[in-house]
């Protein structure tokens, strides 16, 4: 399975970037995670096959997850982006039938004050 992301770039704190991560193949869950600088990985968001969600504290109520599963694609939309938001996001998604955990490659996210 290949994961490939999309949508990252440079914008102003307040606004918004959608990302988006395309799948070669059917997956349990698919998510985000995002490391900083200096930083270690950490979770953003994720959602099942069945739309079940689990977000970070950080980014309740201004990150949204979704998923189209006939494209076999996740989107996260990133509304009222904060300078502490500045980070590579990382596709990541599971397989139940491989059991196996797979990532993209990650796409910089910036966001200036």
């Known amino acids: 399975v290949q994961l490939q992301a999309s949508g990252g770039g440079l914008v102003q704190a307040g606004e918004s970037l959608r990302l988006s991560c395309a799948a070669s193949g059917s997956l349990f869950s698919m998510g985000w995670y995002r490391q900083a600088p200096g930083k270690q990985r950490e979770l953003v968001a994720t959602i099942t096959s069945g739309g079940i969600t689990n977000y970070a504290g950080s980014v309740k109520g201004r990150f949204t997850i979704s998923r189209d599963n006939t494209k076999n694609t996740a989107y996260l939309q990133m509304n009222t982006l904060k300078p502490e938001d500045t980070a590579v996001y990382y596709c990541?998604?599971?397989?139940?039938?491989?059991?196996?955990?797979?990532w993209g490659q990650g796409t910089q996210v910036t966001v200036s004050s």
């Open positions: 990541n998604a599971y397989s139940r039938v491989t059991k196996n955990t797979y």
